[in-house]
């Protein structure tokens, strides 16, 4: 007898997943508990890696976790829930039907007779404003137009929940911005039969726009950080103070996980302890932020304002950050980034003075010293870049490893204590300076 | 607004009257009912089985046979495909067994096949109709490999968010092929269809006569006409042969594939639409007729909805399975343990017949499988030599290659098989004749491969990196060392890798032929398989094709995987 009646639509009990086995075993989620209720718009807001879109998958029942319970509406999951759909980032549109075949199609399949679907396919399509565009193929349309395609084929089938997979990223900024306009029209009006919506999102904004409450991720492992109800009136206004705060909030709460040094830096490969993973953050990027940073008076910046002036998204700054405060060039106080003196210095150094400060920064590093030990210890100073990839393969999945060592090998190299042979394939140990202790 | 699901729609033109179009649509569905009765009715009395008349009348008759014996090949090497496709695709214990197996198999001759299959069916069927059953199953094995390959490959590369799409609308096994496993294999189900005909066509004089031990079956058709035409030393016989062969691959071409090569445009994958896609006359003007629109929106439609409603009923969309695979059942147990013993018990009958051998036998084997090895590498080198600076200039001159492609195309399309009577009469007085028109014959029916490919990869060398070749003033010799072969690489190895499997095949058809009454053979393991398939030599066609089988996948291994693997890395255009 709750007077909001908010009945929870799913609900996951300690849900884990972990890939591969013995030492290369990875925990991609870990002890996840949440509830998703009726009426409710729920973002999962996290950067890249976090497992955000795993849980959709296991949420939906196309995944089923290592561990731990997933039910809707009390019971227990066992395959893909026949409630559910999703709308994908790719839109995931069959390129040979048609836009009218794509909707009828996911009628079609549930048994639903020929005339029926028609009306429905046909309505759906104009609630969505594709009207005329029933006989064009989804490489005819735009990608705003095809994922109006993705949503209406969503619709058809009347979900009780609408999972969204990060469904504007792939738009250019209108048409991302024209549709989540109609998303929340249909949503807040009640025009579709929907009971609850769960958006993967890596763009803060975009989740404080639409969401009722979000549920804030973090990677290695993935894990909830956090949730925040956003109680701002609907049609939300972005410039406005109370929704900037919010965004801040978020950026406070993501960027601000600084934890003691020691964790921080994290353990070398092989030995105890969690490996840090590097952020994938070029040079051009950090020494993009920091210069921009030295000109602002104060030294610092909310981190919400930093996105449009570097060109990044939320996702990336956010790595881009934890780059830099990893290697001791800004701090991460309540959603501001400041700047420290040693990243003024190397702001306002010429380029060598840049590589000599960046190298001691690296050298800090246990991957970086790991892997420069190694290095002295090998003959003629060099390493094959499998064995090295392999060497870390046991840290991280593979293709994770592979990017960590791209990110050393452009590290090293701008920091000239690294060289690397393409065509052979091979790490060198540059020249050290002599006086090392 | 009327609209109509068009799942096989052939452009508008409703509105047109009765057409030209539906007069030839009418004459052709009148002509296969014909033949289709005349067949029935087995054919005309000069088609006196096993007797291979040389009349030139005959020739439309025999054609029509060949082509069936095609078409029944071609339809079981489909439903083998998609079987066996589909079982390595999506069960990995299966995978691992099926693809290596694919590999084998593909490198096995087809007249290795044919005691087995011969025997085999000669135990069930009445002698004519297992003969008739053995040449389609001959020519399927020329057939069938590269279709599964494509298939299979295809299912694998399904791109993640389609099936995830396809999971969560719940499409069941049925919707799943229908529209997305078939639709996205399409391209590469017609063009390796293509290619499937072209080596059916090649081996058909192999596959309707053939000797097995004392008996000699002779199937009337194409392949039996060209080879009793060279057989008889018949020029004239074998020129109207050759010309039947010709128009009928070009018939074939034009009213089948070039028509459904344009109909599988729609099922290209890019979201973008191309600059220059495949046309066809015939499939627009099959577009314009009206019969087929009405037969499509009157029958077809409502046929296709009316079973995809049945389908939607009765099977529900399977449950997901777990995500780590889970334990062998008793049943797989069982089935293994069944496979394992069979596979025992024959490995040890093989033996068996393997340890009968004398050493000197093997020798000749050895020598054989170096022979052959020989002459594949000069054909090779040949193909090479000449491909490769005509492939550039045809892959970097858009005039050029407007003009020879079509020219190339309806040149490779004849069987080398075919004209190969006529240069052995011309080459076989020469010493050493058989060992040159064997080399002649496998680079007759592999050298397209490798021009194919090579036009492929010139017209794929970007526009700026040939500017700046030339700006930066590369001699002749230095564009092509700098810039030519390394872009041609990737494209090379694949085009060889192709090109030396069938060089290898086609030794079992270049080493050894009747000619003018009396059998010319060389040394060589394809000699050495016809011969003993025609003499019943069981222990030493088994011991031969294993030689060559051996040395084939070994050469694979070895090193053509090595030099893909490095194409793949090392000179890949991104």
Known sequence: MNLNSQTSLVELKHVQQVYGSGARRFTAIQDINLTIREGEFVALLGPSGCGKSTLLRIITGLQSPTEGAVLYRGQPLKDVNPHATIVFQTFALFPWLTVYENVDLALKVRGIPAEARHNRTLELLDKVGLDGFETAYPRELSGGMRQKVGFARAIAVEPELLCLDEPFSALDLLSAESLRGELM???????????????????????????????????????????????????????????????????????????????????????????????????NELTGLLEHLVEIPGKREDIYRLAEPLG???????????????????????????????????????????????????????????????????????LEWDVVQAALELEFPPDEAERQLDTIVDWGRYAEVLAYDDNEGMIYLEMEPTVEK | MTLSTRSFSMGAGSERRFGIADVLVLFGLAALLYAGVRLAINAPPSVQEPVISLQPHVLPWYALRSVSRMLAAYLLSMVFTLVYGRAAAYNRRAEQVLIPLLDVLQSVPILSFLPVVLLGLRAIFPERLAAELSSIVLIFTSQVWNLTFAWYQSLRTIPKELREASAIFRLNTWFQFKTLELPFAAIALVWNSMMS????????????????????YRLPGLGAYLHEAANQGNITAILWGVLALILTILVLDQLVWRPLMAWTERFKLEMVESDNPPTSWFYDLLGRSHILNWLNQRIFTPLDEALDARMARWFPPKPIKPVNGGKLTPVEILLGLGLLGIILYGATQAFHLLFSISWSSWGVIALGVGATFLRVMISLIIALAWTIPVGVAIGTNPRLASFFQPLVQVIASVPATAIFPIFVLLLIQLPGGLNLSAVLLMLMGTQWYLLFNVIAGASAIPQDLRYTARLIHLNKWEQWRTLILPALFPYLVTGMITASGGAWNASIVSEYITFGGRVVKTLGIGALITHSTAQGDYSMLLASTLAMVVTVVLINRLFWRRMYLLAEERYRME
Not at chain 1, 191 to 198: D, E, G, Q, V
Not at chain 1, 355 to 367: D, G, Q
């Open chain 2, 197 to 216: 005909w072209a080596g059916g066509w090649f081996f058909l004089m192999a596959a309707e006569i053939f000797t097995v031990g004392e008996q000699d």
């Open chain 1, 185 to 283: 029209e249909l949503w807040l009006s009640g025009s579709i039969p929907t009971r609850a919506i769960l958006m993967v999102t890596h763009n803060i904004e975009e989740a404080v726009f639409m969401a009722d409450r979000v549920i804030l991720m973090d990677k290695e492992p993935g894990r909830v950080v956090g949730t925040l109800e956003i109680n701002l009136p609907h049609p939300r206004q972005r410039k406005s103070p109370a929704f900037q705060a919010v965004v801040d909030q978020v950026y406070a709460a993501l960027a601000g996980q600084t934890q003691p040094e020691a964790v921080e830096l994290g353990s070398a490969p092989g030995e105890p302890g969690t490996t840090r993973r590097l952020p994938q953050v070029r040079i």
């Open chain 1, 312 to 382: 990044a998204d939320s996702d990336h700054l956010l790595d881009l950050i934890e780059a830099e405060e990893l290697l001791g060039f800004v701090r991460v106080q309540q959603g501001d980034v400041i700047l420290t003196d040693l990243g003024e210095t190397f702001a306002e150094a010429r380029i060598l003075a840049r590589k000599e400060i960046f190298a001691t920064r690296i050298r800090r590093l246990p991957i970086f010293r790991w892997l420069l030990s190694m290095l002295r210890k090998a003959d003629e100073q060099r």
